[in-house]
């Protein structure tokens, strides 16, 4: 399932996983084996398959995926991915977090996603006018949990009505592995993964956010001194801007930009003294309004201690927050800080 | 028309004149003889006024006022407008900015507007397939445009469609005042006052977006060492996180945080140690999702001298950069570094 030199495990009960930077780097779409996995459960097996569409609908709907493969139009949409834990590993070097993944720079991937709008479904089920969010509920149990429970989270109906929400039963063209959520998942753009539940079996149509444990209690951004409960914090959902570096040489700095939300990346500058002067980057291929931007520049470093910073801008013109260790929170989400790198040239000899 | 002592004048041909932080702090709304003006050119004088809308449209309309009012329902919206040079003074302190007002942090307010939504006239005009933008032209001639030239600007037409989007002709409640536009100005809650165009007298479907002096060459973020020219920089749109502090006292600070975009604001966290440690100000009267929010924080500051830093935080977790000495740029735009103020406590006798 994933070339095993290409990844970083970091649990296996359930699995976890991220991309190595040399993989990232290697390709704006992320190949399906090595693509990250962020999973709070072990994967439910295969086995009779439905999708139930109920809560504050018209029309409640109890589809097969025949059904919903040849009742609505395919769509395919290039969306990059993110874990809300994406570099928590620069806010542990700065205080522990214990319990939480070292994840580095490869919680997110970039894949083209083939399935049904969301929308089209939802057109089916007839929401009714006190629907607000919409919410998803995994096969997957969650022992995490507290209580144990399914994985699940919502999002606004205001952006499940959009075109770019699908229920994704394809990755790159093949079908959805197991690991990536089989038979059908949501794929939901510029959101944390979190929301693009795997082995989704139910919708429910909600007049409030997802009251479920991983929406209520965790994926919420505390602040430094807070404690995980109920409601406590700011639930987190568009993905932050962000960026980091994947590959650093003398002569060229690599690495990715996503803007999040709704946004693209305008910009990406890159300086190799620390911060004092800055140069732009070349934006590498553009797959479209969802997905990331690799970036390259070249570097011309001489011999001696080199401190590379990066920083994205995005389409309202804002840019990354330079200090990490302020960004510290207590489950470590959300660091968005400029990435950094030191790079020693040793003297010609 | 204006509350002079609660208005900086920055110029009066063309006229433009910010709000005082005293009378942004009195209300979330903005009184309307307060509100700040950025103009081009001299208000035009009133006359035949009709509403051309054309370019890439099925029909080609030509309405009066009265049209515009007997035939489209009227809706309200509280927005807060923005303009992409305020908090200038901030950049120009860093390095001088010759030729562009040293707009303070009132370059900013909100207000109540009252009209009819773009979204049912572009529905009476039928866009045409391929229209992707939505420009708008003013009476105003600008002397300072080259070649001098009316004010104007353009949105997406996704934007364009969305129900925030108003042709408004009133203001706070009462009729639109010359200065602000009348009889008839866009307003496009979350982008930059730019394009919240006044006397609107033309309204062009495009497939581009729009070409003059506005858009084109003024309004576009540059990178520090760059020279305005047609296509330079990245073209403003959406407003950047920006918040700024209005009042200090030994026992209280308030302010304002806007999240801009579509996005709204989570946390603003206050600092009276420069940044070492931070707690939650209170955010104050919510007017919904395309208004600033006003916030405030108790502060108990014994003799000496103390730094304040202030963060707001929107809707994605993002937060403010700190280093605003790093965001200048040549023609000053987006200051959304996190605001700070210095305070002396006298030693009581």
Not at 146 to 164: N, T, V, Y
Not at 198 to 224: A, D, H, M, N, S
Not at 244 to 253: K, R, W
Request: with cysteine; hydrophobic share 40%; proline share 9%.
């Amino acid at each position: 399932m994933f070339g095993k030199r290409d990844v970083i495990v970091h649990g296996t009960d359930p699995f976890n996983a991220e991309t190595k930077p040399e993989a990232l780097a290697a390709s704006p779409v992320t190949s399906t084996d090595v693509f990250y996995v962020r999973n709070h459960g072990a994967v439910p097996e295969a086995g009779d398959w439905r999708l139930r569409v109920g809560g504050a609908v018209e029309r409640p709907l109890d589809l097969s995926l025949a059904t919903l493969r040849e009742a609505l139009p395919q769509h395919q949409v290039a969306a990059t991915l993110q874990c809300a834990g994406n570099r928590r590993a620069g806010l542990i070097a700065i205080r522990d977090i214990p319990g939480e993944a070292p994840w580095g720079p490869g919680a997110t991937g970039t894949a083209t996603w083939t399935g049904a709008r969301l929308a089209d479904v939802l057109a089916l089920a007839r929401p009714r006018a006190e629907a607000r969010h919409v919410g998803f509920e995994g096969a997957d149990l969650s022992p995490e949990a507290k209580p144990p429970q399914r994985f699940g989270g919502s999002i606004p109906l205001d952006k499940a009505c959009r075109p770019e929400v699908l229920l994704a039963w394809a990755m790159n063209g093949e079908p959805l592995e197991p690991v990536h959520g089989a038979p059908l998942r949501v794929v939901v753009p510029g959101y944390i993964g979190a929301r693009s539940v795997k082995w989704l079996e139910r919708i429910e149509l909600r007049t409030t956010p997802w009251r479920g444990y991983f929406q209520e209690v965790v994926y919420r951004l505390l602040p430094e001194d807070g404690t995980p409960a109920p409601g406590a914090g700011m639930p987190l959902g568009l993905v932050a801007l962000n960026a980091d570096i994947l590959s650093v040489t003398p002569t060229e700095v690599r690495g990715y930009a996503f803007a999040g939300g709704e946004r693209f990346i305008t910009r990406v500058d890159v300086s190799s003294d620390g911060g004092a002067s800055w140069r732009q980057a070349e934006l590498l291929e553009d797959l479209g309004p969802w997905a990331w931007r690799h970036w390259r520049a070249p570097l011309s470093l001489g011999p001696g201690e080199h401190e590379l910073v990066v920083r994205a801008w995005d389409s309202s013109a804002a840019t990354q927050p330079e200090d990490e260790a302020s960004l510290w929170n207590p489950k470590g989400y959300v660091n968005n800080a400029r990435p950094r790198a030191t790079l020693k040239v040793p003297q010609r000899t």
